[in-house]
């Protein structure tokens, strides 16, 4: 039973618009959360990550922004880049164990 | 250059027959971990290691094995594989115990059991 659930597969967006990335969770335990970017043939590589304790992050162009009571998080990516074509994980933590959901397929279009 | 890596990238066995993935980092990380990556399903932790000597299970251990004799590396290992753990691996460590600092992960290890 996945803890961490991602509910849109893909997503397109075209370059200097933003990109709204969800996340649903389960487990009211999970204490931080993480979002990570792929590219095919390589690992994942970590982009953002939020406290339970807060309810926005910000780095440069990607905003995290965390809802407690409706368990969901989003990832806000203004403005998209060509380079952001990847897929994003959402991920939660709790103790040492981190869930992950699904993924999301970002293409940015020209 | 920091970097967790993995071996082999890619590898194709048969049902039964033991095999190891191998995984280093060279960040003087505490923790590792192990995931599988299956389409529709993310990625899901297998095992993870809070330091030398301490590992636990993740969300989905069957069939795995892992030991953490030294603080750099944590093999992955399956003793009889079977056709359902075909997946891409991937290894990762961090530097805290707790998962909320950064994880580096590996390439990654294709595995296809026929």
């Known amino acids: 039973d996945q803890q961490v659930k991602q509910n849109s597969p893909s997503l397109s967006v075209q370059e200097g618009r933003i990109s709204i990335l969800n996340c649903d969770y389960t487990?009211?335990?999970?204490?931080?959360f993480l979002w990570y970017k792929k590219y095919p043939a390589e690992g994942p590589t970590f982009l953002i990550s939020?406290?339970?304790?807060?309810d926005k992050n910000e780095d440069g162009r990607f905003t995290v922004f965390l809802n407690k009571s409706a368990k969901h998080l989003s990832l806000h990516i203004v403005p998209s880049q060509p380079g952001d074509s990847a897929v994003y994980f959402c991920?939660?933590?709790?103790?040492?164990?981190?869930?992950f959901g699904a993924g999301t397929t970002v293409t940015v279009r020209a | 250059e920091a970097q967790v890596t993995q071996n082999p990238r890619y590898l194709i066995t048969v049902t039964g027959k033991k095999l190891t993935v191998t995984c280093s980092q060279n960040?003087?990380?505490?923790?590792m971990s192990w995931y599988r990556q299956d389409p529709g399903l993310g990625l899901r932790q297998i095992y993870y290691?809070?330091?030398?000597?301490?590992?636990d299970k993740g969300d989905v251990p069957e069939g795995y094995k892992v030991s953490r004799k030294e603080k750099r590396n944590f093999p992955l290992i399956l003793e009889s594989p079977s056709p359902n753990q075909t997946s891409l691996y991937f290894c990762?460590?961090?530097?805290?115990?707790?998962?909320?600092?950064?994880?580096?992960f590996g390439q990654g290890t294709r595995l296809t059991v026929v």
């Open positions: 990762a460590s961090s530097l805290g115990a707790r998962e909320d600092t950064e994880a580096f």
């Open positions: 487990n009211s335990m999970f204490d931080y």
């Open positions: 939020i406290s339970s304790i807060k």
């Open positions: 991920a939660a933590s709790v103790g040492y164990k981190l869930s």
């Open positions: 960040m003087n990380h505490e923790y």
């Open positions: 290691s809070m330091n030398v000597e301490v590992t």
